[in-house]
């Protein structure tokens, strides 16, 4: 294919505040959609006459989701959530009535399928699934596969990892190779780490599970390593290195304007977060607004955390128009103009395969020549124990 390039998806790209996937943008869905006032049941013969999608609010682009309403003549009713936790227990306490489309990440979606929340899909009513990179096929990428059945139950949307974003003249390049240096005590008072105590644990215990050479051996459960369920032993090291680490670290940031900041001004050398504020710094660089370079390990030699956001359809769906409708959103939010835009708009990686479209500089700053490397990561999950995690970052914090 003639590869052309209509137009810089960076040149769109929103400020750090913006960007972060699991933020709040309430001013761009204003006024394009609202959110579900009551539930809503409608009859399985009945034509739809809204989509109700239970959703990350930074994906409900007003443009797109206005020209499907137009075309199928029905409403695109969303309810926003910030996290799998939160939708997760939305589904479980009859949300399946109520909502027809959902998004989730990681191993989420399998255990949705698992517990009857959402229902198979079928690839073949949606065929802009097959302009997905490689390693986002079925016969790769099998988190959105029932082993048992070989069902489809999700379609992949966009893609990232929790890699570490750091300053090229600070951090040496195979420094930052590894998880190691956000321990390294060369860089201490120099060095963040978000607030997210689940990544924390879980990038920690891949270092900690490399250390004691348990991450290729036989685990307890039988399956590969995951660092979501790390024994007890892995957590035991995981809460001695992260209090170690305590003194190495300025801050643990919030959000990425914060995150921004620190790394701009030269308060800190590396963190770990998204890429999104990655991408931010190298346009303001290109602009000439900064002077300093950043790089982005997108995954540590050990190991790294990644997540491929996907859009599933609950078990309230009957076959039928409701079911098509569905197909037929899929289908359309998957098409590589609307995925192009919601790149502009989220700042996160598509699933779809958009270079053709794209610049060679949104090429290298989207990651798109670089989707190979997520074979290599570990998706985002639910952590084994919550309330022993929870023990270990609580101990943490008051040591």
Request: a negative charge; aromatic letters at 10%; charged letters at 25%.
């Amino acid at each position: 294919m003639t590869k052309t390039n209509t137009g810089s998806l960076a040149a769109a790209a929103p400020p750090a505040q913006a960007m972060d996937r699991r933020t709040v943008l309430k001013t761009m869905a204003a006024g394009a959609v609202a959110t579900l006032a009551a539930p809503y049941i409608r009859p399985a013969s009945a034509a739809p006459s809204q989509l109700r999608a239970l959703m990350w609010e930074v994906y409900a682009v007003p443009e797109l989701v206005g020209a499907f309403e137009e075309k199928h003549k029905v409403k695109f009713s969303p309810t926003f959530f910030d996290g799998n936790s939160e939708a997760y227990n939305k589904l479980r306490v009859g949300g399946t009535r109520d909502f027809d489309l959902v998004q989730a990440d990681g191993f989420w979606p399998g255990l949705y399928f698992r517990e009857k929340l959402i229902r198979a899909i079928d690839y073949a009513k949606i065929p802009n699934t097959k302009n997905v990179y490689p390693v986002f096929a079925p016969d790769r990428f099998k988190l959105l596969t029932d082993e048992a059945s070989g069902q489809h139950f999700g379609v992949t949307w966009c893609w990232g990892s929790y890699g570490v974003t750091y300053n090229t003249a600070d951090m040496p390049k195979d420094t930052v190779a590894s998880i190691e240096c956000l321990f390294d005590k060369t860089f201490a008072g120099r060095l963040a780490t978000s607030a997210r105590f689940e990544e924390n644990i879980a990038l920690t215990g891949i270092l900690v599970a490399t250390r004691m050479g348990t991450k290729d051996k036989p685990r307890p459960d039988g399956k590969p390593f995951n660092p979501y369920v790390l024994t007890d032993e892995e957590l035991a090291e995981v809460e001695k290195l992260l209090i170690q680490q305590k003194p190495l670290l300025l801050t643990r940031y919030q959000d990425n304007t914060t995150l921004q900041q620190l790394l701009e001004s030269g308060a800190i050398v590396a963190a770990p977060e998204f890429a999104q504020t990655y991408r931010v710094l190298v346009q303001k660089k290109n602009k000439g607004e900064i002077d300093a370079n950043f790089g982005h390990q997108l995954i540590p030699k050990e190991g790294g955390l990644g997540w491929v956001d996907t859009w599933l359809a609950t078990t309230g769906v009957q076959d039928g128009p409701a079911l098509d409708l569905c197909h037929s959103f899929m289908n359309e939010m998957l098409a590589p103009e609307a995925m192009k835009t919601i790149a502009q708009v989220a700042g996160s990686s598509s699933t779809v395969d958009i270079r053709s479209i794209s610049t060679p500089e949104d090429q290298t700053l989207f990651l798109m020549d670089r989707t190979d490397e997520l074979a290599n990561m570990y998706m985002f999950d639910q952590p084994s124990s919550t309330e022993k995690w929870e023990r270990v970052w609580s101990r943490m914090q008051a040591a």
